[in-house]
């Protein structure tokens, strides 16, 4: 799976807190037979900032989280 893979897959996870207008990754949303695939995916995209491939900023506008 690339990065792009990755970001589509776990955009799918975002939801809207239960703080007004905050949104976060919620794999619970994921049915537990996919589940392994989303956490590959969340740590595909958390090593790709730990690189520096991609700014913390940058993946959280890709993913609609900002």
């Given at each position: 799976m690339n990065l792009d893979e990755a970001i589509f897959l776990l955009k799918k996870?975002?939801?809207y807190s239960a703080v007004k207008n905050q949104k976060h990754l919620d794999l619970t949303l994921v049915s537990a037979q996919e589940r392994f695939t989303y956490e590959k995916a969340l740590?595909?995209?958390t090593n790709e900032v730990?690189?520096?491939?991609?700014?913390?900023?940058?993946?959280k506008q890709?993913?609609?989280?900002i």
């Open positions: 996870t975002v939801k740590a595909q995209v730990k690189k520096g491939t991609l700014t913390e900023t940058d993946l890709r993913l609609g989280l």
